[in-house]
């Protein structure tokens, strides 16, 4: 097998997609965002990476069928723009690996006519997060304005560290190849796999890309969340003791 290879499993028309990366990371909030896309608008196939970089391993199906670790893409046609969808369940494992796979990415997303990519994220906060707002990072300062009516917010010197991985780099090298990318990145907690984060960004890409999803069973996962750290806080406050009961043990 070569380092990277790419299958070419269906070549449908698309008008000027838009890149949309949601590949794991912090919360699984990028990787959530794009699966819950593929689920609602039933998501074509399109292509498959399969790169040395990914970690040795093969998925194995309900069926007991294995499937080597790969990226793919799929094709996504919305109410309001056609959209070329990036995930799988591993980013490269090394510096270098990080750029080639981002360059073959961006072939991709370019033999499709690409233009335009949204990298999507998580930003840890390190604590449970109530209102969660949408960072942004663009590549050219020209696209700020509209990200901002939309409600991203833009920091100074926020994400701390900057923004690793695929995501990072869609922006830098996409930039420098003249696509108009940006990052979106919902604050999280950085502990738990966070739904509500995944929400507010495909909602705040909604209102940049102008097309309309249900958010039903992302909400179901919500709520399932919501009682997994329940009984977290729980576990972590613990039950009261009377002080009578109080002891010194050594």
């Known amino acids: 097998m070569e380092d990277i290879e790419i299958d070419e499993v269906a070549t449908p028309e698309l008008d000027d997609p838009v890149l949309i990366e949601g590949l794991p990371g912090v919360g699984h909030v990028g990787k959530l965002a794009a699966e819950h896309l593929l689920e609602e608008f039933d998501g074509e196939l399109v292509r498959r990476v399969y790169a040395t970089e990914f970690p040795p391993q093969v998925s194995v199906d309900d069926e007991g069928v294995a499937e ?5 893409f ?21 510096n270098a690996g990080h750029y080639r796979l981002t360059s073959t990415f961006l072939d991709v997303a370019e033999e499709f006519g690409s233009e335009r990519a949204f ?4 930003v840890p906060t390190g ?29 100074a010197d926020e994400p701390a560290g900057g923004i690793v991985g695929v995501s990072g780099l869609v922006l830098g090298l996409g930039g420098r190849r003249g696509f108009d990318a ?22 705040t890409l909604e209102a940049v890309l102008d097309f309309s999803v249900d958010y039903e069973s992302l909400e179901d996962r919500a709520e399932e969340m919501e009682e997994v750290v329940g009984k977290i806080q729980e576990m972590q406050e613990g039950p009261a003791v009377p002080d009578d009961d109080l002891r010194y043990i050594g």
């Open 68 to 72: 080597l670790t790969c990226a793919e």
């Open 74 to 94: 799929h094709a996504v046609e919305t109410d309001g723009a056609d959209l070329l969808v990036l995930t799988g369940d591993h980013q490269a494992g090394s």
């Open 127 to 155: 604590e449970l997060v109530e209102e969660y707002t949408v960072l942004g990072s663009v590549s050219d300062a020209a696209l700020v304005d509209e990200l901002a009516d939309a409600g991203v917010e833009f920091r």
């Open 119 to 122: 990298a999507l994220g998580g």
């Open 182 to 203: 940006a990052c979106l990145m919902g604050e999280t907690s950085g502990y738990l796999v966070d739904p509500k984060s995944a929400r507010a960004v495909l909602e």
